[in-house]
């Protein structure tokens, strides 16, 4: 009996083991090697779009946001002006973790960097996206935004009156979120990519 | 049909099963103590369209593996990935000069403008029924180039808001098809835009490092 | 009413059996069933906000993606292991036929994980979360849980090893490979060498056999153990038992990146999990037989036996999210389903209507022999099952058919997204009033918990 029980512990190793190199080694040691070559970016992040970049995973953006774009047989992502080509595994050397996101509540970001460059847009959006989009479900991150008074950088968001928090307030966007639209603006896949065809 | 073996076993789960509040000792115990051996398997064969479903399953593993395997290379993705050449930088080059500034006009301008090019109110102006984006066509061009700050009165209604500049994320064609787009939608009739205008107005202007203001332009603000 | 002088039916005195398992099982299941109604506040709070963004909007610790994650960690790593664990323990003893050995290490084991999974989900709400779907608790927090399963891993060997008996019933399968699997995918998830891309890759491996070759053997060897045992018949094929377990084996381990279908990946990557995944038809298939032909003609005893309700349940869920997982992995078919909510209602039928609904079953069997009192009432078992059916059914045929067409509507570039957005509302306040008739019912069943273990305390001291 004890012989089937051995028998049984390979079994459950040797199937564990096929699916371990199968689907996460080998394909983890093969795009290792995938490097950005010659002209093509993308280029490191700042310290700042780092920072940000924390605050993204910290509100857990990736949940309702992916960061890919898929060929036209996948998807309209091309179609929707998400970007301009599909994105591949050298876009995301410099990502960890790597937010390629599973759902799509709301658009895709992989390009969001050259879609909407207005610090100003995406400092309205974050602080109730309902400012900026009529409709959207987002939720508001307001503890990214301090009111004036209790933090001072010379520099005021231009709320609609239905939004301040109270009337005549003003708000000013924190560090936190001036780091967040920093790395939001880094998203940008307009660069070439080499050494595919 | 009543089995009288299974009547017994209806019978005992029932036992099983507490009724209201009672708790009647005997009853309880009976619930606790009666229950069948541990499980063991039987020994029937498999029903013969098992074995047949999974030839069949397996037969179409190696049609699925042949037909989209690819090549066992980390830069091999689906075919047509390959072939709409993730090479290329800035594609959607095909299709009318309305189907071209459509796509730039949904990837860059839908956020503010909004799908249906009626902004938001208080916050973007609407280019729907705009006679600044049916007007001149070289101010229109000049405002996407460089952006557009501070205040401005469309359709009677005051923004004071500030646009981007887009001369160095689109080329002229970029900007000359979105150009024409906006200018013949949502009920707009303008004529179109073409590259070589826009190339011309990027020249005039190349030196300018801020947005215009609607003064500057000559625009109600 | 009928005399019983006779002595038990089974082959040997399970009183001894059930009495060892009874405090480290009591505990890990009271303790899941915490984590159930915690993450199902979650779960609702969660669930209004995607129809009312700024319901709470001001509190950070409960915005969406924080909340989210907190519920899933909630019910994953509390309620659904500690009920895995749990069900684990008793199992293994009932099925050597000795008492659990060494069964009060397991009290350590519920210690462990506990402070894990509070930790991990405070963490979560203060916003240190890792970003991995699935993995979001930060480390060290994860090295509580390995601590925590080593008692699991000894306790079950040891009483393995002390069997009454030779041969090996095939929930004992299920259950052996589960305890090897989970640690050894656990420890390699968590190794701070992914970057990129094949990060993606390791985080959908793991992410789809946490349930694949976690909870899934586990909700099998309940489901191989309950159906007979209730039913009073052996089951019905050992053969098809052996190909059941065999393929899951082989097949399972390899779903998951088709999760990445489109996406930066390699087309042999997406490929091979594609194929896996309908490979899945076979240790379904064959599990689903096994099943049936056990139940068939005994259907009856649906009304009967709460168990057998609830295990059946989630038996044939199983059956159902496992064929609806295989078509889903098909290019085609994910061309419209992926980014979608067909997902979420996808993997709730996994993880509600198969597992946890089987883990009910098991619970409404083991509690009542361990503590040695019956179910206070039963029409709270009546409620428990139809409030909860009720809610995950309108859960996962909402958001499957919602999902479908926000698929669809995504891949028609002239819909706006906002357009899209809109169209989605009815189906998320569906999914909220579904929450809540399932939140009803975790009340329900609490309740009865509370009041079984205050008579068993009764009965205990009297």
């Not at chain 2, 090479?87 to 796509?103: E, H, I, Y």
């Not at chain 3, 019983?4 to 009183?15: F, I, K, R």
């Not at chain 3, 669930?47 to 915005?63: C, E, N, Q, R, V």
């Not at chain 3, 990557?269 to 309908?278: F, G, H, Q």
């Amino acid at each position: 009996m004890m012989s089937r029980g051995i028998l049984m512990f390979f079994g459950v190793l040797a199937t564990y083991i096929s699916a371990l190199f199968g689907i996460n080694l080998i394909p983890k040691f093969m795009l290792e090697r995938v490097r950005p070559e010659g002209t093509m970016l993308p280029y490191a992040y700042t310290e700042q779009e780092l920072r940000g970049r924390r605050v993204y995973v910290r509100e857990g953006c990736v949940y309702c946001h992916s960061q890919q774009i898929r060929a036209k047989q996948n998807g309209s992502d091309m179609e929707r002006g998400w970007g301009q080509r599909p994105t591949v595994a050298q876009d995301y050397v410099h990502d960890s973790p790597v937010l390629l996101g599973t759902m799509r509540t709301g658009p895709d970001l992989a390009n969001i960097g050259v879609r909407q460059p207005s610090d100003d847009w995406h400092l309205k959006h974050l602080y109730n996206p309902r400012i900026t989009s009529p409709g959207s479900i987002m939720p508001p991150y307001p503890w990214l935004f301090m009111k004036q008074g209790e933090y001072d950088r010379g520099m005021t968001l231009d709320l609609p009156q239905e939004f301040a928090p109270e009337a005549g307030a003003q708000v000013i966007p924190t560090q936190e979120a001036l780091d967040l639209v920093a790395y939001l603006k880094s998203l940008k896949r307009n660069y070439k990519v080499e050494g595919l065809k | 049909m009543t089995d009288p073996r299974h009547e017994k076993e209806q019978q005992k789960h029932r036992l099983n099963e507490p009724e209201g509040d009672e708790i009647d000792v005997t009853r309880m115990h009976l619930g606790l103590t009666r229950e069948h051996g541990e499980p063991h398997e039987g020994y029937e064969p498999m029903p013969l369209w098992l074995p047949t479903l999974i030839v069949g399953l397996l037969v179409w593993a190696g049609y699925y593996i042949g037909r989209y395997g690819g090549t066992f290379d980390a830069n091999s993705y689906d075919p047509v990935t390959i072939e709409e050449g993730a090479g290329s930088g800035n594609g959607a080059s095909q299709g009318s000069p309305m189907d071209r500034g459509k796509n730039v006009f949904v990837s860059t301008c839908v956020s503010c403008h909004q799908t249906n090019g009626e902004g938001v109110p208080d916050q973007y102006p609407p280019l729907a029924g705009s006679s600044v984006v049916t007007g001149d066509s070289k101010k229109l061009v000049q405002i996407i180039l460089h952006g557009l700050n501070g205040p401005l009165v469309i359709g009677g209604k005051r923004y004071d808001g500030s646009m981007p500049a887009w001369a160095g994320t689109l080329d002229d064609a970029q900007v000359a098809d979105v150009s024409t787009y906006i200018r013949k939608s949502w009920g707009n009739k303008g004529d179109e835009v073409t590259p070589d205008q826009v190339k011309a107005i990027r020249a005039a202007t190349s030196g300018r490092g801020q947005p215009w203001t609607a003064a500057e332009l000559g625009l109600p603000h | 009413m009928p005399q019983t002088g006779t002595a038990a039916p089974t082959e040997y005195d399970t009183t001894e059996v059930d009495r060892s398992t009874r405090w480290p099982v009591t505990v890990l299941y009271m303790s899941a069933l915490f984590w159930l109604l915690v993450g199902t506040v979650f779960a609702l709070i969660a669930s209004i906000k995607m129809h009312m963004p700024d319901f709470l909007g001001d509190y950070a610790f409960l915005t969406f993606g924080r909340i989210r994650s907190a519920h899933l960690n909630a019910v994953i790593y509390g309620w659904s292991s500690l009920g895995t664990i749990a069900t684990l323990a008793w199992l293994v003893a009932r099925l050597a036929r000795v008492p659990l050995r060494g069964g009060i290490a397991l009290l350590a084991t519920a210690a462990l994980w506990n402070l894990g999974v509070l930790l991990g989900v405070v963490q979560i709400m203060a916003g240190n979360m890792r970003g991995s779907e699935w993995l979001e608790i930060p480390t060290p927090i994860p090295v509580l849980f390995l601590a925590a399963f080593v008692p699991v891993i000894w306790v079950s060997l040891k009483t393995f090893a002390q069997r009454k008996i030779q041969s090996t019933y095939v929930s004992q399968w299920y259950l052996f490979g589960a305890t090897f699997w989970f640690p050894a995918i656990y420890v390699v998830a968590y190794l701070p060498v992914y970057q990129g891309v094949p990060q993606a890759a390791m985080n959908w491996w793991f992410a789809h056999n946490v349930l694949g070759i976690w909870f899934t053997p586990i909700g099998l060897a309940s489901a191989y153990y309950f159906i007979p045992k209730i039913v009073g018949r052996p089951i019905y094929s050992y053969y098809l038992s052996l190909l059941g377990f065999w393929a899951l084996a082989l097949f399972y381990n390899w779903n998951g990146s088709h999760h990445l279908v489109g996406g930066p990946v390699p087309t042999w990557l997406m490929t091979a999990s594609i194929t896996a995944s309908v490979m899945m038809v076979i240790p379904v298939a064959a599990v689903a037989i096994n099943h049936h032909m056990t139940m068939k003609g005994h259907f009856s005893l649906l009304k009967t036996s709460p168990t057998l309700r609830f295990i059946v349940f989630g038996a044939m869920s199983y059956t159902g999210v496992s064929l609806q997982g295989s078509m889903q992995a098909l290019r085609n078919v994910a061309q419209i389903t992926h980014f979608t909510h067909h997902t979420v209602a996808h993997s709730h039928m996994g993880m509600y209507a198969f597992f946890t609904m089987t883990l009910f079953g098991a619970m409404y069997y083991i509690l009542p022999r361990i503590l040695r009192v019956e179910w206070p009432s039963a029409p709270a078992i009546r409620w428990h099952f139809w409030l909860t059916a009720l809610g995950i059914g309108i859960y996962v045929v909402g958001l499957t058919i919602g999902g479908f067409f926000q698929g669809l509507a995504l891949n028609d570039p002239a819909r706006s997204f906002q357009s899209i957005t809109d169209e989605m509302i009815p189906y998320l306040e569906l999914r909220s009033v579904a929450g809540v008739l399932i939140a009803i019912g975790h009340v329900v069943f609490a309740i009865s918990c509370v009041r079984l273990l205050k008579r068993a305390r009764e009965g205990l001291f009297s």
